[in-house]
C-alpha cells in the first residue's frame, strides 16, 4: 500500500487541467445545493450529473466503486435506516409488523441515500484529479491564504503518509521486544494503545526534524515567491459553470416537481 | 523586487559564543573564538556532545528566540547576527529520509529559493543549475520519493544551492549512506565550492572522506573551546592530537580504532535457522524484494548482509528473524533453536521470539517502550518469564549504561540510545542475533565497543547477522557474507 499521499494516482485528463480553486468552486455550488433541503429530486439531479459526468472526466465508474464501496454501503445502511424510521405518511408500501414503509418514509430513506453520494463525489473527483503541489498553490495564489499555513499543511500531508509505514515498522519493533498481538483482550489493548503513543512520538520527532530542514531553506519569512504559477484558463471557467448548472438544475428541478423543503425556512 | 546580487563567501566570525538549550543545565557550545577567511573549507570534529551540531544550527541561524535558550557572546555572519542573514547560510543535515519537503525534484530545489522571494524566472535558473552541481540528471517533476539516499543528499544539497549561500553547512552528510553515496556527495560538494568559492563547515565522524578537500580542521573541546585548529596535515599529524581525537571517538585515518578480542573463525557450529528458496516481501501480497534465499545460520557465526540501499537487505533479516511472512519457500528454526515452540518463527508469540531471535531496528528510538534505561533492559525478561536480574545487570555494565539507569532513553545520545536498543536485546539471551545497519552515524568509540562485544556474542555461540555497508565492520567479525542485489542474493564464504 502506498503511503504517498503527495504523488498520488492521478485520474481525469480534463479536471487534472482545471484550477484546483474552480473544481472547488463547483464542488461547494453543488454541495450548498444538496444541504439546502432534503428531498429525493435535486439528490437524484445531482447524483445523475455527476454520474453522466464521469466518462468526460476520465473516471470509470469500476474503478471509482472500488474505491468508495464503503460509502456505497454506507449509502444504502442510512437509507434503509431513514426509510424505517421517517415519519409514515402516503400510502402504505410494505407492513411486515415492526417493518413498515410508506410512500414517505422512502421517499425519505432514497433522498437520504442520494444526498450522501451526491455530496461525496465532488469531493472525490477533487482527490482523484488534483495534485496537493497544484491545490496548494492556488490556494496561496489565488485565494490568498497565508503560505505558511497552505505549505505547513502540504509537508504534514506528506508525513501522513509516512505514518502507515511508520505503524508497520513500530509493530514488528515491538514485536520484537516481545510485546505483539497475542494474549488477552487487555493485554492487546494495552498493546494498541502503547504503539499508539509510540507512533505519535515518532510523528513529533519526525515532524520537528522536517521543521527544522525547512527553516533552514529560509521558510517562513514575511515575503515569499511561487516558482509555479496557478493560472486560470477557460476550461476554469467551463468546470465553474458546470458546477453552478447543475447546483441550479438540482434546485429548479425539486422547486417544479413539488418536492423542495428548504431548510432554513 | 529583484534578489540581491550574491554577495560571495562568508565570512564567520566568533567571540565567547555559547549556546544553552532552554531547560538544560550546561552549554552545548561555549567559549568558543574562531575567525573562518571567506572561502575557507573547514572539517569540525569534536567527541559526542561536545557541540558540532549547535554551532552548525547557530550559523544557519535555527537557534533563534530566547524561549529556545540561551546565547552568550557573539557569532557573526559578515558582521550580521546568522538570524538576520537569512539564506546567507546553507544546513544540509544528516538524515536524508527527513529532508525531502515537496514530492517533485524541480519543486523540491525552488522551495529555499521561493522562501528567499527570488523572482520566478531566477528560480528556474537557479533549480537547474543547482541540480547540475550536485550531478542530479534527473527530469523536474521526478518524484522526490523515488530517489536513493545518496540522490536525496545530493537532492538536500541542491535545494540549499539554490539560496545561493556563501555559507554551506554539513551535518554528518554521508553518515547514512552507503560506500557510493558517501563518495557521490562529497564529490557534489567539491564540485560545487569550486564553482561559488563558498566558505564551507562540515561535520563528520569520518575523517578519511574529508580530509583531502578540506584547507582546514578545527576540533571542538567537549569542556568548551578549541582543542586543536590548524591545517589536516598538523591536526592530523601530530601524535597527541591524533590519540586525543581517537579517545574523543573521531576516526582518525591510519588510526582503527581498538578492538578487543579476535576475528571470529570458522563458519560456526550447529543450524540454528535455514532457509530454502525463501522469498522475502515487505507485505503479504507486495512485490518479492528477494527471492530464492538459501542459507544457514549457525551457532558461533557471523553473516553480513551487503548491496544497494533499497535492495531489500532489511526485509530479508526481518523475515529471518520471523518478524515478516516467508513471501515463498520454508525457514525453520533448528531444535537447538525452537525448543517447545514451532519451527516456524513467523508463528512464534512474542514472547517466545524474544527469547530465541534478537533484532535490532536501525532507529533504536523505534524500539523503547519504557521510560527509564533499567525498564527498558527489565521489560524483555519480563516478557519471557524470565526475569533475571544478574543478567541484565551484566548486560548493563558490558554496555556501559550502568550510570544511566534512571535516565529516559528518548533523552540519550545516539552513541548510547545504540548501545541500550542492543543491550536489550541481550537481555533475554537470545540464540541468534540480528542487527540492521549497527553502525550508522556511531562514532570510533561506540563502534570498537559494539564490534567487540559482537566478537564475544560469536565466541559464545550466538549467530550474528548483520545489515551493513561498513567494510570495517565485516572484516572485523569475520564469517559469511550474503550480498543482495537485483532481487538475488549471493553467498560468499571468507
Known amino acids: ?265 | 523586487m529583484t534578489a540581491a546580487p550574491s554577495p560571495g563567501p562568508v565570512h564567520v566570525r566568533a567571540r565567547g559564543w555559547g549556546w544553552r538549550h532552554a531547560g538544560r543545565r550546561a552549554f552545548a557550545a561555549r567559549h568558543l573564538d574562531l575567525d573562518l577567511r571567506p572561502g575557507e573549507r573547514v572539517l569540525l570534529l569534536g567527541a559526542s556532545g561536545a557541540g558540532k551540531s549547535t554551532v552548525l544550527h547557530g550559523l544557519a541561524g535555527l537557534l533563534g528566540s530566547h524561549d529556545e535558550g540561551e546565547q552568550e557572546g557573539a557569532l557573526l555572519l559578515d558582521g550580521a547576527p546568522p538570524a538576520a542573514a537569512r539564506g546567507r547560510a546553507g544546513l544540509v543535515l544528516q538524515d536524508p529520509e527527513t529532508q525531502v519537503v515537496l514530492a517533485r525534484v524541480g519543486d523540491e530545489v525552488a522551495f529555499a529559493a521561493e522562501n528567499l522571494a527570488v523572482p520566478r524566472e531566477e528560480i528556474w535558473r537557479r533549480v537547474g543549475r543547482a541540480l547540475d552541481d550536485v550531478g542530479l540528471d534527473l527530469p523536474l517533476d521526478h518524484p522526490t520519493t523515488a530517489l536513493s539516499g545518496g540522490q536525496k543528499q545530493r537532492l538536500a544539497l541542491a535545494s540549499v544551492l539554490a539560496m545561493e549561500p556563501g555559507l554551506l553547512l554539513l551535518d554528518e552528510p554521508t553518515a547514512n549512506l552507503d560506500p557510493e553515496g558517501v563518495l557521490e556527495v562529497r564529490d557534489a560538494v567539491v564540485r560545487v565550492l569550486d564553482r561559488t568559492g563558498a566558505t564551507l563547515v562540515v561535520v563528520e565522524h569520518r575523517v578519511a572522506v574529508w580530509a583531502d578537500v578540506v584547507d582546514r580542521v578545527i576540533v571542538l573541546d567537549a569542556a568548551g573551546g578549541i582543542l586543536a585548529d590548524g591545517t589536516p596535515g598538523t591536526v592530523l599529524g601530530q601524535e597527541d592530537t591524533r590519540a586525543r581525537l581517537a579517545s574523543a571517538g573521531v576516526w582518525v585515518p591510519g588510526r582503527p580504532p581498538a578492538v578487543g578480542g579476535t576475528v571470529p573463525s570458522g563458519p560456526g557450529g550447529g543450524t540454528l535457522l535455514s532457509a530454502e528458496g525463501l522469498g522475502v516481501a515487505r507485505t503479504r501480497r507486495g512485490r518479492v524484494a528477494v527471492g530464492d534465499l538459501d542459507l544457514q545460520v549457525r551457532s558461533g557465526g557471523a553473516l553480513s548482509i551487503t548491496g544497494p540501499n533499497g535492495a531489500g537487505k532489511s526485509t530479508a533479516v526481518l523475515t529471518l528473524g520471523g518478524l515478516l511472512r516467508p513471501r515463498a519457500g520454508r525457514l525453520s528454526a533448528a531444535p537447538a533453536l525452537a525448543g517447545t515452540a514451532g519451527s516456524d518463527p513467523f508463528r512464534w508469540r512474542s514472547a517466545q521470539l524474544v527469547q530465541r531471535i534478537g533484532t535490532v531496528f536501525q532507529e533504536p528510538e523505534h524500539q523503547f517502550l519504557t521510560a527509564s534505561v533499567e525498564d527498558e533492559l527489565a521489560f524483555g525478561p519480563r516478557q519471557a518469564g524470565a526475569v533475571d536480574p544478574a543478567r541484565s545487570g551484566a548486560v548493563a555494565e558490558r554496555l556501559r549504561l550502568t550510570h544511566l539507569l534512571k535516565a529516559n532513553p528518548f533523552t540519550l545520545s545516539g552513541g548510547e540510545k545504540r548501545r541500550l536498543s542492543v543491550a536489550t536485546m541481550l537481555a533475554t539471551a537470545p540464540r541468534v542475533l540480528i542487527l540492521d545497519e549497527p553502525t550508522f552515524g556511531q562514532d570510533a568509540l561506540t563502534w570498537a565497543e559494539l564490534v567487540t562485544l559482537l566478537r564475544e556474542l560469536v565466541d559464545d555461540g550466538v549467530a550474528v547477522l548483520s545489515v551493513t555497508h561498513d567494510a570495517e565492520f565485516i572484516a572485523a567479525l569475520g564469517g559469511a557474507t550474503l550480498h543482495i542485489s537485483g532481487g538475488a542474493g549471493r553467498l560468499v564464504a571468507r
Open chain 1, 1 to 265: 500500500m502506498s503511503g504517498d499521499y503527495l504523488t498520488p494516482v492521478l485520474t481525469g485528463r480534463t479536471l487534472l487541467r482545471a484550477n484546483p480553486v474552480s473544481k472547488l468552486f463547483a464542488a461547494v455550488a453543488i454541495t450548498l445545493a444538496l444541504l439546502a433541503s432534503i428531498d429525493w429530486v435535486s439528490a437524484a439531479v445531482v447524483l445523475a450529473c455527476e454520474l453522466a459526468l464521469m466518462p468526460l472526466l476520465g473516471i470509470s465508474i469500476g474503478g471509482l466503486a472500488r474505491r468508495i464501496w464503503p460509502l456505497l454501503v454506507a449509502a444504502v445502511v442510512g437509507a434503509y435506516g431513514t426509510a424505517l424510521l421517517a415519519e409514515k405518511t402516503g400510502a402504505v408500501l410494505l407492513d411486515a409488523g415492526p417493518f413498515l414503509f410508506t410512500e414517505g418514509s422512502v421517499a425519505a430513506g432514497v433522498a437520504v441515500g442520494l444526498r450522501g453520494l451526491g455530496l461525496a463525489l465532488p469531493g472525490i473527483f477533487i482527490l482523484l484529479t488534483t495534485d496537493p503541489t497544484d491545490l496548494a498553490d492556488a490556494l496561496a495564489q489565488k485565494l490568498h491564504l497565508p503560505h505558511r499555513f497552505v505549505l505547513g499543511g502540504l509537508a504534514a500531508l506528506r508525513l501522513v503518509g509516512l505514518l502507515v509505514e511508520q505503524w508497520e515498522t513500530l509493530g514488528l519493533a515491538r514485536h520484537a521486544r516481545g510485546i505483539g498481538s497475542d494474549g488477552s483482550v487487555l493485554a492487546r489493548a494495552r498493546n494498541l494503545l502503547g504503539q499508539s503513543f509510540g507512533l505519535i512520538v515518532q510523528a513529533i520527532r519526525r515532524a520537528t526534524r522536517l521543521a527544522t530542514a525547512m527553516e533552514a531553506r529560509g521558510f517562513g519569512g514575511a515575503s515569499r515567491t511561487w516558482a509555479r504559477t496557478s493560472t486560470f484558463s477557460g476550461l476554469d471557467a467551463v468546470v465553474a459553470g458546470v458546477g453552478l448548472l447543475i447546483a441550479a438544475g438540482a434546485v429548479t428541478a425539486a422547486r417544479l416537481a413539488g418536492t423542495w423543503n428548504f431548510l432554513l425556512s
